[in-house]
């Protein structure tokens, strides 16, 4: 029977000729409004993963759904509420952009048309949805890249999860390649330094840099996630790119929650010691996201700024995520072709 191709609701793609290959960006997800009605299916599906909380299934449900869900969707409204812009949720918006861009550049670098499209892990559109269009449009090889340079198997890893069981539902699923991560891309780490050169041009420099990274329980570390290496990589190689040493460039980790022991230092106790020691201006970047978001634009451009205020500091200065900078589109686009290799779609024309 002859494969037809539905182009609907794929924007100035209905004209468009079919497509063989195509790019899935994942990134994590975000409620559809910032109110606590939208983020509590969002918080029940993210937590709900068992490679975010691993837990034994009944006690975690018994904990997520008869505690946390009945009281955290409203504080995480609220602080969704603090980001929210006219056009939506800054990390669907900043992802959005990003793929758009990277379209461009990947139309202009390839030898056929390539598709690009972006998933959210959590939250719509899902990556079920989005490979099921694609193989709807025709693709045969498909290249996932989740947006999380370091890897872990709280985020990557749950990527490859969601893939992998929509895999398991097609009859014909297509080629397929996983980018499990780019923490020590030198592309990537040149548009890192690049980015905080360029802010520290226009807004001057701090008396240091502090990387926040998301963290993850140290459990998860002792059981074989490479996360931590990884993040470590990344500072290092920050450091030898910016010519600081351990003491003007500092690693911290963020968004830990419960109690047991996660990834430490962690980054509110680190703004605070450093106001409290006599720094006065301090200058933050997280590198462990592609886009910025609420961990970002919230926890630490205000919760920790106010943090660093209250404990003596003057001014903790956020340094933007990447986003859909010339540097991201560029460093993207060089490992989107180098997994690519051998594709013919991807062979420079």
Same mark, same amino acid.
């Given at each position: 029977?002859?494969?037809?191709?539905?182009?609907?609701?794929?924007?100035?793609?209905?004209?468009?000729?079919?497509?063989?290959?195509?790019? $899935? /960006? &994942?990134?994590?997800?975000?409620?559809?409004?910032p109110t606590a009605s939208a983020v509590r299916p969002y918080l029940a599906e993210f937590l709900g993963d068992h490679r975010v909380i691993d837990y034994p299934r009944w006690?975690?449900?018994?904990?997520?759904?008869?505690v946390i869900l009945r009281v955290r969707p409203s504080r995480s409204a609220h602080a969704y509420q603090r980001i929210w812009t006219a056009q939506g949720s800054p990390l669907r918006v900043g992802s959005e952009a990003l793929a758009a861009r990277l379209q461009e550049?990947?139309?202009?670098?390839?030898?056929?048309?390539v598709r690009v499209a972006l998933a959210m892990r959590y939250g719509q559109p899902s990556v079920q949805q989005q490979v099921e269009q694609l193989q709807r449009e025709g693709v045969r090889r $498909? /290249? &996932?890249?989740?947006?999380y340079p370091q890897y872990s198997a709280t985020s990557t890893g749950s990527v490859i999860d969601a893939v992998a069981?929509?895999?398991?539902?097609?009859?014909?699923?297509?080629e397929l390649r996983i980018v499990n991560d780019?923490?020590?891309?030198?592309?990537?780490?040149?548009?890192?330094?690049?980015?905080?050169?360029?802010?520290?041009?226009s807004h001057g420099r701090g008396e240091k840099l502090l990387l926040s990274f998301h963290g993850i329980p140290e459990r998860y570390v002792r059981a074989g996630d490479p996360y931590l290496d990884q993040c470590q990589v990344t500072a290092h190689a920050l450091r030898q790119r910016l010519q600081l040493d351990e003491s003007q460039l500092l690693v911290s980790f963020q968004s830990r929650v419960g109690r047991e022991q996660w990834l430490q230092p962690y980054t509110d106790a680190t703004v605070r010691e450093l106001a409290a020691s006599g720094i006065k201006k301090l200058d933050v970047a997280c590198p462990g996201f592609a886009v910025d978001c609420l961990e970002?634009?919230?926890?630490?451009?205000?919760?920790?700024?106010?943090?660093?205020r209250e404990a003596g500091g003057e001014a903790l200065r956020y340094i933007p995520a990447l986003n859909d900078s010339p540097g991201q589109i560029e460093s993207l686009t060089t490992l989107v072709l180098r997994h690519a290799g051998g594709w013919p779609e991807f062979a420079r024309p």
């Open positions: 029977m002859p494969r037809s191709h539905d182009y609907t609701g794929l924007a100035g793609a209905s004209h468009d000729p079919p497509v063989q290959a195509a790019v $899935l /960006l &994942v990134n994590l997800g975000t409620p559809e409004a006690l975690w449900w018994l904990i997520l759904h008869g550049a990947l139309t202009q670098q390839s030898a056929a048309p $498909l /290249l &996932v890249l989740p947006l069981d929509t895999m398991k539902s097609l009859r014909w699923p297509p780019y923490h020590d891309d030198a592309a990537h780490i040149e548009a890192l330094a690049r980015s905080i050169e360029q802010w520290w041009a970002t634009l919230e926890e630490i451009a205000m919760q920790n700024h106010e943090f660093f």
